[in-house]
Nanobody, 123 residues
Framework: VQLQASGGGVVQAGGFLRLSCAASGSGVRIYAIGWYRQAPGKQRELVAVASSGGSTNYADSVKGRFTISRDNAKNTASLQMNSLKPEDTAVYYC??????????????????WGQGTLVTVSS
């Protein structure tokens, strides 16, 4: 699986940005897809993730401001980021967990990371 992320950029506080991620690869089933972020001097943290069943999970710091959406048929996901704050400034990484298809089943739990995209929120 390869992940291609797009979006990001520079925005003023209170503004919005949209990140997109597309997973490519044959013979795989995407279990979950989402984003992590890493700010300078901090550990990488989960931002939002969407499972194949439709459930979503968000970091407390982004709840109510960020929305993740997923297209299972296209293996893509988007992260709409509203009301951005300076503390949202970080490199955002797309992440996926997937299995290898065999017939109707999928096996294993593999992980892949996309290239980071920088989000800068100015005050």
């Amino acid at each position: 699986v390869q992940l291609q992320a797009s979006g990001g950029g520079v925005v003023q506080a209170g503004g919005f940005l949209r990140l997109s991620c597309a997973a490519s690869g044959s013979g795989v089933r995407i279990y979950a897809i989402g984003w992590y972020r890493q700010a300078p001097g901090k550990q990488r943290e989960l931002v939002a993730v969407a499972s194949s069943g439709g459930s979503t999970n968000y970091a407390d710091s982004v709840k109510g401001r960020f929305t993740i959406s997923r297209d299972n048929a296209k293996n893509t996901a988007s992260l709409q980021m509203n009301s951005l704050k300076p503390e949202d400034t970080a490199v955002y990484y797309c992440n996926t967990h997937y299995g290898i298809r065999k017939g109707w089943e999928a096996y294993g739990d593999y992980e892949e990371w996309g290239q980071g995209t920088l989000v800068t929120v100015s005050s």
